[in-house]
């Protein structure tokens, strides 16, 4: 049986990495920081699991990940560990850096160490590239981006507009020196937007869609609620489903050599391109009436157009994502007001108990 170590378990990413792990037959060992509050509520089901098991560590305390390698000596590490909200990282940027770029190195210590290092996944974000963008020479990038639009894959440059992507940069220019000076099979992943309804609260995508599911409350109980307050509305970002981008997380560790893949849909969409198709889900066509920019929500850098071209992953992996833009939209909206729809049964159950 294999085992893999997932820092950073508790996550959107590491939940799903998880449950795939699982079944495919891996004994898996989710690495979680130490809080005051319980925050396991997305591994719910790995934490029943009987090859599940979760254990104390931070990814900034390389004794920690010394003791944890050593306890389990996993086939595989996963680093999906970070501060991962972008307009945070300009508030914290010296914990941003901490835990996403020295975290990051730790684990590559810690692993070149061992007598038989494991495979190890870095996840590394389409941020890195910022402002650059690479121009199709041709008509077709790949079957899944037939139009010539601006693009980055694998040979853009890096332009780093906050924080948060200076830390993934040296996180992901650490991989690659490691694996070239060391030997090891060291992959980064560099992964474009992707959500799901396990996505935060605080991120554009889930802030929308959990919206939508108060509008569609309030509506249907005669109530009025305030509109929602957004930022950049014409920022573009490649979105996919974390479910998908967590097989290409596992697909990376399981080629004949480590190499650097970028995973993205193809496809760009603006913020008010999600809020408008997260509003038809609840036949609402005049979405702006509800939305209010608030310019406080601006980022001091603005990163304005993201779609990766995943050609090489497709190629070499054959990985290629099964969630289209508008099915992501609706599985997130739909689970809101589901929760939702769950939270006023119990609140009923208990005042008639």
Request: glycine letters at 6%; aromatic letters at 12%; one cysteine or more.
């Amino acid at each position: 049986m294999k085992t893999a170590v997932i820092f950073g378990v508790t996550g959107q990413d590491g939940s799903y990495l998880s449950e795939l792990l699982l079944s495919k037959g891996y004994k898996v060992v989710g690495v979680n920081r130490r809080t005051s509050s319980e925050n396991t509520s997305r591994i719910t089901y790995s934490l029943d699991h009987s090859n599940f098991e979760l254990v104390q560590g931070d990814v900034t305390d390389p004794f920690s990940i010394h003791r944890i390698l050593a306890d389990y000596t996993p086939n595989e590490v996963y680093n999906l560990a970070a501060q991962s909200h972008v307009g945070v990282s300009f508030k914290q940027a010296s914990l941003t850096w901490s835990i996403t770029a020295v975290g990051c190195m730790n684990i590559l210590e810690a692993i070149r160490s061992m007598a038989s290092p494991p495979r190890f996944y870095q996840a590394s974000s389409s941020e890195m590239f910022g402002d650059q963008f690479s121009v199709a020479k041709s008509s077709s990038l790949n079957s899944l981006q037939p139009v010539p639009e601006p693009y980055q894959n694998e040979d853009t440059p890096f332009s780093p507009q906050s924080p948060y992507a200076i830390a993934k940069c040296a996180a992901h220019h650490a991989v690659r020196l490691y694996r070239k000076s060391y030997n090891l099979y060291a992959c980064g992943g560099i992964l474009f937007n992707h959500e799901s309804e396990r996505r935060g609260l605080e991120f554009v995508t889930r802030k929308i869609s959990n919206y939508v599911a108060g509008l569609d409350w309030a509506t249907r109980m005669g109530r009025s609620i305030p509109k929602l307050h957004l930022g950049n509305l014409l920022a573009k970002r490649d979105w996919g489903h974390a479910e998908d981008y967590v097989e290409a997380m596992w697909m990376m560790l399981q080629q004949d050599g480590p190499d650097d893949y970028v995973i993205a849909t193809g496809n760009s969409h603006s913020v008010e391109d999600y809020a408008k198709e997260a509003f038809k889900c609840i036949n609402i066509e005049e979405y702006l009436y509800f939305i209010e920019v608030d310019k406080t929500l601006a980022r001091p850098s603005e990163v304005p157009y993201l779609r990766g071209c995943s050609k090489k992953a497709f190629r070499k992996m054959g990985w290629k994502p099964r969630t289209n833009f508008k099915s992501l939209v609706k599985r997130m909206v739909d689970h809101d007001i589901q929760s939702r729809f769950q939270y006023e049964k119990s609140e009923a159950e208990i005042s008639q108990s």
